[in-house]
């Protein structure tokens, strides 16, 4: 059951509203792999997946780094790992360029539109660098309340505080908030975690033993929104 008297909607943006991969990083995956020792470029992804988890799990307070200086430490040592011969400042530049500008989902705009007929204010709240999900907003005109990141926060969804955060900065209690998201564990457990009621978009259909509201779209979110307010 959602809480009722909602203020205020917090949302996930890559994996979410826009593709947490796209072409650009595809071809970033194929070109470690093309230039390595990988057996495969799922093994890339996986091992690209662990290395940058672990370094955003480390990034925090006087400890944060920016999620491209992240991305740049994580490709010299996965190119390392896989010995392949490739300059990391441009694979992560493409990686920039693909969260300046990444596909976005077909419902993303009739999402927005609906939230926006509610009159229920929106606000990202994404792991990333201002600039980027600035531009990328920018590039599709993506309109909200406001935009809080974890360069922001100096956190990212690795705890609770980047929640803490975004409550702090949007002036809600968390049983005013409902935040939707794809990952299980930062946009789920954090978000429990820091007191607000999370609803889990798992598109893939997943199995999931938790106890969590999930949907697989945008729009059904909207209709429990609209059923339980």
Known sequence: MVRKMIR?????????????????????????????????????????WKSF????????????????????KCFEVLLNHFQAQDDPKELCDMMAEHWSHPPIYEETMEFLKQIQEMEIPLYFITNSDD???????????LQTSGLITSEQAKCY????DIFLFALEKTGLKPE?????GDSLNGDVKYAQEAGIHPIWLNR???????????VTSLLDAVKILRSEI
């Open 8 to 48: 205020g909607l917090f949302c996930d943006f890559y994996g979410t509203v826009v593709y947490e991969n796209g072409p650009k990083s595809y071809e970033v995956i194929k070109r470690v792999f093309k230039n390595g020792n990988a057996e495969s470029p799922e093994q890339v992804v996986e091992y690209w």
């Open 204 to 214: 893939e259909e997943k199995e999931v033993s938790e106890k969590v509201m999930t």
């Open 176 to 180: 005013e908030v409902i935040h939707i």
């Open 131 to 141: 600039r980027f999900v600035e531009e990328a907003m920018k590039y599709y005109r």
């Open 53 to 72: 988890g672990k370094l955003l799990s480390e990034s925090y307070g006087g400890n944060y780094c920016t999620q491209y200086e992240a991305a740049f």
């Open 157 to 160: 969804k690795t705890r609770k």
